[in-house]
């Protein structure tokens, strides 16, 4: 039985053997054996075959030579945007992360510059855990600070933290309140920008002190400078009580026997790097023992001896039991007193110490240390390879490699020439001209490599040639050939087999492969639900994934920032969670702006006739307001005019982008009387583009109309346009615009993340805000609360509240067993029901597979397809609306901090989080042993199905 071997892909496969001559010789002659040894036996080096055999081998060892360049000299580009470096992320860019634990956030903090002032406010601080206790009434489901009714039980809040502050020397001293605060304020907006999803720094401490005494004599060597050992002695002990963390440079960190990914693992820093093992160890010590100071102060260069030596404790906060040790309070600082005296001696000499030249050396040395710390702050970065750009595609024909007596170089024929000599040197060229259009190919390739593999999207090719050159008689052989550039030489032999969006695709699934992501069964949904367009959309998706890359690495478990108070920062903006962003791009949300999704891009119209009889239409308007389609029939239920929209659109982008330009090319416009007829009598389907039809109108004038099937050519929709396109110019540019807009730009999806922790009141007088907001987690999503208002007051309905007994999602379901946690690491996370993909039972399945995957692990979701569009006569469903409405309150009191109205706004949130319905599409009750029918849509099975 043979053994289970593990098997691996080697890293070196390169043989060399393309630029080894000798051996392409000798394996091209085994090669002629193999096939025509028969016929041929003399392979001597005069034989013409041999020297043909000769030159290939030559042609393919320049070809070897360059593709082992070094990279980044294949790479390397005069043009900038395809240079090495707008390709390749750098390392500060890729390998950092966001803060995700303790050692994090404190390199992030003591990193802080103040623009003015103390260039390093921060010695050392500390994130300590803080959890508060919320007390549940279990008979009302009111909540509070204390205990509160007859029935009480309690939960503890999880996910914030308190800081506690080192400040510098100077800084800590009494009378700089002013400065602290502002950097308080530098260490919240540092927070905010960086904070962890479903976490919080509830309040930033400066941590106190406890005072301890060191006494000791101390002998030097004869050549000390006592000054500068007391100097070193004392910020030595000082370090002992309370360490110091420093910056390095990348070099220092590399000369620590740091790998590149342990150095950059964390936030990047201003200033360098911090050690993590080194901040690790300086946390608040519990306790100072006399053996460390002494190992502390025989380190120092100049000390030969302690005569005696002692520690004490400078106040009475603990009680010191023991002359070798002193307990130190929890979240204190040890630091020495006023009391602390130290002598120096040398032999039997004792020494004066002057005060004034040991503070000179004190500041040298801080000054040492600012000289070090500035050059940690400018060496930070892996530099990428600088390479040299050449014409790495420049190719020489092989026929000017032959010997002159061929007649096929830059020379001809040498000598008697006479017809038969002509036609061989012909005959020759004609048989090496397709040996070197492929050599040719070949080189073009490797210039292209650099295009082909990067991000930035735009290439209509992924095969190459170039045309030859340099050839004497050129225009003998071919015809027409001078005329012809590279692409369109490439288009004429390549057009055929180049599938450029597939051959794409697969390239930016290698690139995405190389960060571990994966988008295979988001194209297998892609596929089912956009047909033939799937592989461009797909592709659009990859390339934005990818230039987004760094910031959707970097940011995935980035909070959304809630202190940023502008207009900009709170609507329509950017600023939301990194796990959004991610999610959005992980599922091919093209735009993930915090904006209301209620207000689509499509208008349902519904009309009503004298006999009550509603109907229904609907229309898509572009970014300008502009009808880009709209339906010619009317329907009497809404979801079959929704139903018809999504498949106008549908048939709408299945055109490929490649047969879209071909077919643009046929509506010719220099001949428009002669196209224009063919498109009146839509010969041969003259007048279809993929499901796009061209109607001319008596006049002349140009109308687009969008069909089913292109047998039946049955009109589903019309692009409505104010005036008609009137040349066919207009008309190809209107075709290109709609077709862009409805497959790259046309959306109705949208996320939305709310993090519950965010909506726990901050007074503790919580009265003052409004209330308290009970969201816990149950099997639904109903909420209970305990502020009663006057439904003038609010967009909600609260002249109805939900009652206690009603709430689904109550805070106390049953105390006597467990009480749920509203706020500790959870969030709600809304999209749009109604979205086409988001209709789709599968797509949605996949998305929140795709969301619990993507939030951290212990973040517990819940998701909600809701919402409705806005009809132009009525409004359906407004649960989504009246969410948007209350959620954008919310974020401007919440980053005002506007208290008096700000629990009023979280109240209003979780109303409106309250009435959220997941909607479905329609389906068709069917019984289990009924026939199965694939044409059904949205079958729902009894036994089968969940209602």
């Not at 039997?348 to 702050?377: C, F, G, H, S, T």
């Not at 934005?544 to 959304?560: A, W």
């Not at 929140?848 to 973040?859: L, M």
């Amino acid at each position: 039985m043979s053994e289970n071997k593990h098997i691996s892909i080697p890293k070196n496969v390169e043989t060399g053997d393309q630029n080894d001559f000798h051996f392409l010789r000798k394996t091209g002659i085994e090669y002629i054996e193999k096939l025509g040894g028969k016929l041929w036996t003399d392979y001597n080096s005069h034989d013409p075959g041999i020297t043909t055999l000769e030159v290939l081998s030559y042609a393919i060892t320049d070809l070897g030579m360059r593709v082992n360049l070094n990279m980044e000299d294949i790479l390397s580009s005069d043009d900038a945007e395809k240079d090495i470096h707008s390709q390749f992320l750098k390392a500060t860019e890729i390998l950092p992360s966001r803060p995700l634990t303790e050692l994090d956030y404190r390199k992030l903090f003591i990193d802080i510059n103040m623009a003015s002032g103390h260039k390093r406010p921060i010695r050392n601080c500390w994130l300590v855990p803080k959890t508060e206790t919320l007390y549940v009434d279990c008979e009302t489901g009111k909540l509070d600070f204390k205990p509160i009714g007859k029935k009480t039980e309690d939960f503890k809040v999880r996910g914030m933290y308190d800081l506690y502050v080192d400040y510098a020397e100077d800084i800590d001293e009494e009378g700089n309140e002013c400065e602290k605060s502002n950097i308080n304020t530098r260490i919240l907006d540092r927070y905010h920008a960086n904070r962890s999803l479903c976490e919080d720094l509830a309040e930033i401490k400066q941590v106190e002190t406890q005072k301890v005494a060191v006494c000791a004599r101390i002998g030097l060597v004869n050549k000390a400078d006592e000054e500068l050992v007391h100097a070193k002695v004392t910020r030595a002990i000082n370090n002992y009580l309370s360490p110091e963390v420093h910056f390095y440079s990348l070099k220092q960190m590399i000369d620590r026997g740091l790998s590149k990914d342990q150095i950059f693992e964390g936030p990047l820093l201003d200033n360098g790097f911090i050690d993590t093992e080194e901040l690790r160890n300086s946390q608040l010590r519990r306790e100072v023992r006399l053996s460390d100071i002494i190992s502390e102060i025989m380190k120092i260069d100049g000390v030969k001896e302690i005569h005696e030596i002692s520690i004490a404790g400078c106040d009475s906060v603990v009680k010191q039991n023991n002359d070798w040790l002193i307990c130190i309070e929890k979240g204190r600082k040890p630091e020495l007193c006023e009391l602390s005296s130290f002598s120096y001696s040398k032999g039997a000499l004792p020494l004066n110490i002057n005060k004034e030249k040991v503070q000179n050396y004190l500041e040298n040395l801080k000054r040492e240390e600012e000289v070090l710390r500035e050059d940690a702050k400018q060496n930070k970065e892996l530099v990428l390879p600088q390479g040299t750009s050449s014409d790495i595609a420049n190719y020489a024909t092989i026929l000017n490699e032959f010997p002159d007596t061929y007649g096929v170089g830059i020379s001809g024929i040498i000598g008697n020439q006479n017809p038969e000599r002509e036609a061989l040197a012909k005959q020759m060229k004609g048989y090496l001209l397709f040996f070197d259009q492929i050599l040719a190919g070949y080189f073009k390739h490797l210039e292209k490599v650099k295009e082909v593999l990067s991000i930035n999207g735009g290439l209509k090719r992924t095969y190459f040639t170039q045309a030859l050159k340099n050839i004497k008689g050129f225009d003998e052989l071919v015809s027409d050939y001078d005329t012809i550039n590279d692409d369109q030489l490439t288009d004429s032999l390549y057009e055929e087999l180049d599938n450029s969006v597939e051959r794409r695709n697969e390239v930016l699934d290698h690139l995405i492969s190389r960060f571990a992501e994966t988008f295979s069964d988001y194209t297998f949904l892609m596929k089912s639900l956009y047909g033939n367009s799937a592989d461009e959309i797909v592709l659009s998706n990859k390339e934005i994934f990818l230039k987004e890359y760094k910031s959707l690495s970097k940011d995935r478990g980035l909070g959304y920032n809630y202190t940023s108070t502008s207009d900009s920062e709170l609507w329509n903006t950017h600023n939301i969670s990194g796990a959004q962003k991610r999610i959005a791009r992980l599922l091919g949300i093209k735009d993930y702006t915090q904006r209301n999704l209620s207000q689509s891009p499509v208008s349902i119209i519904v009309t009503e006739d004298s006999g009550g009889k509603k109907s229904h239409t609907w229309k898509v308007k572009d970014a300008e307001n502009n009808i880009v389609l709209s339906s010619v029939n009317t329907y009497k239920i809404e979801y079959a005019a929704t139903k018809n929209l999504n498949e106008a659109i549908y048939q709408t982008i299945q055109v490929d982008q490649e047969d879209l330009e071909n077919a643009l090319e046929r509506l010719d416009e220099e001949k428009p009387e002669e196209t224009l007829e063919k498109l009146k009598n839509c010969e041969n389907n003259f007048c279809l583009i993929g499901n796009i039809k061209i109607r001319v109108s008596l006049s002349g004038n140009f109308y687009l109309e969008i069909v089913d099937d292109p047998v039946t050519q049955a009109v589903i929709a019309t692009h409505k346009k104010t005036n008609p396109y009137l040349t066919l110019g207009e008309l190809k540019e209107g075709i290109v615009k709609t077709v862009n807009y409805l497959k790259y730009e046309f959306t109705e999806e949208g996320i939305f993340l709310v993090e519950h922790l965010l909506l726990k009141p901050t007074a503790k007088d919580y009265k003052l805000m409004g209330g308290i907001g009970c969201m816990s987690i149950g099997e639904t999503f109903r909420i209970a609360y305990d502020l009663q208002a006057d439904s003038s007051e609010t967009s909600l309905s609260l002249a109805d509240p939900v009652q206690y007994s009603e709430a689904l999602m109550s805070s106390c379901e049953d105390c006597e067993i467990d009480v749920y946690d509203p706020y500790s690491f959870r969030i709600s996370v809304v999209l749009p029901g109604f979205a086409y993909r988001f209709q789709d039972p599968d797509f949605r399945r996949y998305a929140e597979t795709i969301i619990r995957q993507e939030i951290p692990a212990h973040v517990l979701a819940k998701i909600c397809w809701v919402g409705d569009r806005f009809s132009e006569i009525q409004t359906a469903q407004n649960d989504l609306a009246d969410f948007e409405t209350a959620f954008k309150k919310y974020l401007s009191d919440k980053a005002k901090n506007n208290t008096a109205t700000l629990g009023k706004s979280i109240q209003e949130v979780i109303m409106s989080l309250t009435y959220l319905n997941n909607i479905y599409r329609p389906g068709k009750l069917l019984d289990c042993a009924a026939e199965d029918d694939d044409s059904s849509d949205g079958k729902i099975i009894l036994g089968q199905s969940n209602i």
